[in-house]
């Protein structure tokens, strides 16, 4: 009786170990990365949301098929500005021998395809090169300093803790057929940006995976972001439509901008400029498909310019030079 316990205890912690020894790619079916970004300059308490989606179709880019991303943001949650953004197509997702590929044209004119991740290196000592999603063209290198193993659904998958050879504080975590304790595509984001980032919840078939256990919120002040992971993810925008779209120009601008709309049915529409704290600033309505807005009295900075219909928002940055 007690060899059989021996026995049976033998094989449950062999199984543990030979499972977490299995690569797990990226899903190609439904999954969605849920993450919350903050800005440096946000006020206390204050964050977005995040949603990066995929339901299985495919997208076509340089002739390979990729998986398509889509994604929503809910917009500074439990303020006076909290606001869900329609989703709207982000770029698309490729995995090839353990490398994993992502083009976006989600805000960035880049649409190049970028090595993401490298899970080909897994030895503690190995230095992996990716490239990170914006118009940088450089390899940026993670040193491989620990690896060990996480749950993700009822599996084990391989994580490795990563750190920036030339910084020891830029630090991320990948864990396999999930990405980065960034966010899906915001790998490496630590040599491009101020914000920060970070992976909350994971989901595949709408249904929790992994939920992140610490999250940094390096970039949050206080009170930080209270994420709970629902058990089920439920979708709470709507497609933006794909013949909409405007231009804003000049831009940079100094005391005019002109705001052209493609589709002349779309009238009535918001029009909300919104400062680097997110304090609205300006707010008209639109009612010709060709406009001129007077920005002279707003200072020099960034901005977003934010177009608003009863189904769908769309928003683009506007600098002004004073």
Same mark, same amino acid.
């Given at each position: 009786?007690?060899?059989?316990?021996?026995?049976?205890?033998?094989?449950?912690?062999?199984?543990?170990?030979?499972?977490?020894?299995?690569?797990?790619?990226?899903?190609?079916g439904?999954?969605?990365?849920?993450?919350v970004?903050?800005?440096?300059?946000?006020?206390?308490?204050?964050?977005?949301? $995040?949603?990066?989606?995929m339901? @299985?179709?495919?997208? /076509?880019?340089?002739? &390979?098929?990729?998986? !398509?991303?889509?994604?929503? %943001?809910?917009?500074?949650?439990?303020?006076?500005?909290?606001?869900?953004?329609?989703?709207e197509?982000?770029?698309?997702?490729?995995?090839?021998?353990?490398?994993?590929?992502?083009?976006?044209?989600?805000?960035?004119?880049d649409?190049?395809v970028?090595?993401?991740y490298?899970?080909?290196?897994?030895?503690?000592?190995?230095?992996? $090169?990716?490239?990170?999603?914006? @118009?940088?063209?450089? /390899?940026?290198?993670? &040193?491989?300093?620990? !690896?060990?193993s996480?749950? %993700?659904?009822?599996?084990?998958?391989?994580?490795l803790?990563?750190?920036?050879?030339?910084?020891?504080y830029?630090?991320?975590?990948?864990?396999?057929?999930?990405?980065?304790?960034w966010?899906?595509?915001?790998?490496?984001?630590w040599?491009?940006?101020?914000?920060?980032?970070?992976?909350?919840?994971?989901?595949?078939?709408?249904?929790?995976?992994?939920?992140?256990?610490?999250?940094?919120?390096?970039f949050?002040?206080s009170?930080?972001?209270?994420?709970?992971c629902?058990?089920?993810?439920?979708?709470?925008?709507?497609?933006?439509?794909?013949?909409?779209?405007?231009?804003?120009?000049?831009?940079?601008?100094?005391?005019?901008?002109?705001?052209?709309?493609?589709?002349?049915?779309?009238?009535d529409?918001?029009l909300?400029?919104?400062?680097?704290?997110?304090?609205?600033?300006?707010?008209?309505?639109?009612?010709?498909?060709?406009?001129?807005?007077?920005i002279?009295?707003?200072?020099?900075?960034?901005?977003?310019?934010?177009?608003?219909?009863?189904?769908?928002?769309?928003?683009?940055?506007?600098?002004?030079?004073?």
């Open positions: 009786m007690k060899k059989n316990i021996i026995i049976s205890v033998f094989l449950i912690v062999f199984s543990f170990g030979t499972n977490a020894q299995i690569y797990h790619p990226f899903p190609t439904s999954a969605t990365w849920s993450v970004r903050c800005f440096f300059f946000y006020q206390p308490g204050w964050h977005d949301d $995040y949603s990066f989606m339901d @299985g179709a495919d997208t /076509l880019h340089d002739g &390979l098929l990729y998986k !398509k991303i889509n994604i929503s %943001v809910h917009h500074l949650p439990g303020t006076v500005y909290d606001s869900i953004y329609p989703t197509f982000f770029g698309g997702l490729r995995e090839s021998g353990k490398q994993i590929f992502i083009w976006k044209t989600w805000a960035s004119a649409t190049s970028k090595l993401v490298d899970f080909s290196h897994t030895n503690i000592g190995d230095t992996i $090169y990716t490239n990170v999603l914006t @118009g940088n063209p450089n /390899l940026f290198g993670h &040193l491989i300093t620990s !690896k060990d996480v749950l %993700v659904g009822a599996q084990l998958h391989s994580r803790h990563l750190q920036d050879p030339s910084n020891i830029n630090t991320e975590d990948w864990i396999e057929g999930v990405g980065s304790s966010g899906l595509p915001f790998a490496t984001f040599s491009a940006t101020d914000n920060s980032y970070d992976l909350t919840c994971f989901y595949e078939d709408q249904r929790l995976k992994y939920g992140n256990p610490s999250p940094v919120y390096s949050c002040q009170p930080l972001p209270m994420v709970i629902d058990t089920v993810f439920t979708p709470a925008s709507k497609p933006v439509s794909k013949d909409i779209l405007f231009s804003l120009y000049p831009n940079p601008s100094s005391d005019m901008i002109f705001l052209n709309i493609n589709n002349s049915n779309y009238t529409l918001e909300n400029i919104y400062n680097i704290m997110g304090v609205l600033v300006s707010s008209d309505i639109i009612k010709q498909s060709q406009t001129q807005i007077d002279g009295d707003l200072k020099g900075g960034i901005y977003m310019v934010e177009i608003k219909s009863k189904d769908w928002i769309k928003n683009q940055k506007l600098i002004i030079q004073r």
